[in-house]
């Protein structure tokens, strides 16, 4: 699954699960912008780390990042714990994807 989308204030941003990585990445005009690493055990994905490089920061790379990844996790039936501090905000802040916290099942 890849997937484009607008950032809030600039270009688009392709995203792309990378599993030799075991991260999702985030990438505008071909250059790496961010990533989210991931490490699933059994059916929950743990998503312990995201960075978005500082020249991309403040536009919705990070946002977006994680939406995909959790549409992702969603789609391949599966269910999240959210180790990083911006992904568990993230979720919080958006309640139609609370019920993929691993903690709820």
């Known amino acids: 699954m890849d997937a484009q989308t607008q950032t ?27 990533w989210a690493d991931h490490h699933r055990s059994g059916d929950v994905v743990e998503i312990p780390h995201t960075v978005v490089l500082p020249e991309h920061g403040g536009r919705g790379v990070g946002s977006a990042l994680v939406r ?10 599966l269910r999240v714990d959210p180790v990083c501090p911006f992904v568990a905000s993230y979720i919080e802040r958006h309640p139609e994807h609370q019920d993929l ?3 709820r099942a």
Do not use: F, K, M, N
Not at 68 to 77: K, M, Q, S, T, V
């Open 8 to 34: 809030q204030q600039g270009p688009a941003v392709e995203i792309t699960d990378a599993p030799e990585a075991s991260r999702y990445e985030a990438r505008i005009d071909g250059e790496l912008a961010g």
């Open 68 to 77: 995909y990844a959790l549409d992702d996790i969603r789609a391949r039936g």
């Open 101 to 103: 916290l691993a903690d």
